[in-house]
């Protein structure tokens, strides 16, 4: 299905908010009410990070639903040896001015394209899927039915962990966490990796859902092939990749 491109715009933003999601994530929380700003579910952002004298461009996803008008949120995990993305963990503070321009990608969903979805994501691959999450909620579409499988090392590290609790008391949205490398004495979710057992019990009428995948490169090839073994079909399965 062919989507009507949102026009992409270049325009300099404020910093009103920053959150401490979890250790090593932070949300920065910008004021675009000076912009007439549209996007789909799941796009990102290019962000102009000043660094040492030069200017450094990287890709954010973008984290709140385009329901959301006044303010676009972009969250950011800091990455070992990550010039942009320590800086924009590390320094900044409200007031603080950027260079945006986008949206794009073609990672999106929009409710014509299928009402029973199923996001699986790793560490901050969580970002896109939460603005879907969020639209879902947002938009109020009901008859939409989301189950999304996160993946983390620790449970300190699971963005946006509260925010996900609430979610998962709606009806038509289910929230399955799993730990891979430590977990709390009392943790009631999975431990280990996304697996084929992991999927057939938690996901309904496997083959007609729509799929969305993001994560590092391994983890999305990993489950993307565990899904096509299961009978569904690559048309079904969409990709984003974060390196």
């Given at each position: 299905m062919e989507l009507e491109k949102?026009?992409?715009?270049?325009?300099?933003?404020?910093?009103?908010?920053?959150?401490?999601?979890?250790?090593s994530t932070k949300t920065l929380?910008?004021?675009?009410?000076?912009?007439?700003?549209?996007?789909?579910?799941?796009?990102?952002?290019?962000?102009n990070v000043p660094y040492e004298g030069q200017v450094l461009k990287r890709a954010y996803s973008i984290a709140s639903p385009p329901t959301q008008k006044e303010t676009l949120e972009l969250t950011i995990k800091k990455v070992p040896e990550g010039k942009a993305s320590t800086y924009l963990t590390e320094r900044v503070k409200?007031?603080?001015?950027?260079?945006?321009?986008?949206?794009?990608?073609?990672?999106?969903?929009?409710?014509?394209?299928?009402?029973?979805?199923?996001?699986?994501?790793?560490?901050?691959?969580?970002?896109p899927l939460m603005c879907i999450l969020r639209y879902i909620v947002s938009a109020k579409l009901?008859?939409?039915?989301?189950?999304?499988?996160?993946?983390?090392?620790?449970?300190?590290?699971?963005?946006?962990?509260?925010?996900?609790?609430?979610l998962d008391k709606?009806?038509?949205?289910?929230?399955?966490?799993?730990?891979?490398?430590?977990?709390?004495?009392?943790?009631?979710?999975?431990?280990g990796r996304i697996n084929v057992e992991m999927i057939l019990k938690e996901v309904e009428d496997i083959?007609?859902?729509?799929?969305?995948?993001?994560?590092?490169?391994a983890f999305v090839e990993d489950i993307a092939s565990m899904l096509l073994e299961l009978g569904v079909d690559k048309n079904q399965i969409k990709k984003e990749k974060y390196d």
């Open positions: 949102k026009p992409v715009k270049e325009f300099k933003a404020k910093v009103i908010k920053v959150i401490q999601e979890t250790p929380v910008f004021d675009i009410s000076h912009v007439d700003f549209d996007f789909y579910p799941g796009q990102y952002m290019m962000v409200e007031g603080d001015e950027f260079l945006l321009k986008g949206p794009y990608g073609k990672f999106v969903w929009l409710p014509q394209m299928g009402t029973s979805l199923v996001l699986i994501g790793a560490g901050s691959g969580i970002v009901e008859q939409v039915k989301a189950t999304l499988l996160y993946s983390n090392t620790h449970y300190e590290e699971i963005i946006y962990r509260e925010e996900l609790e609430k709606h009806s038509n949205i289910k929230v399955v966490h799993t730990l891979t490398r430590s977990h709390p004495p009392d943790w009631k979710g999975y431990t083959p007609t859902n729509l799929y969305y995948l993001c994560g590092p490169p």
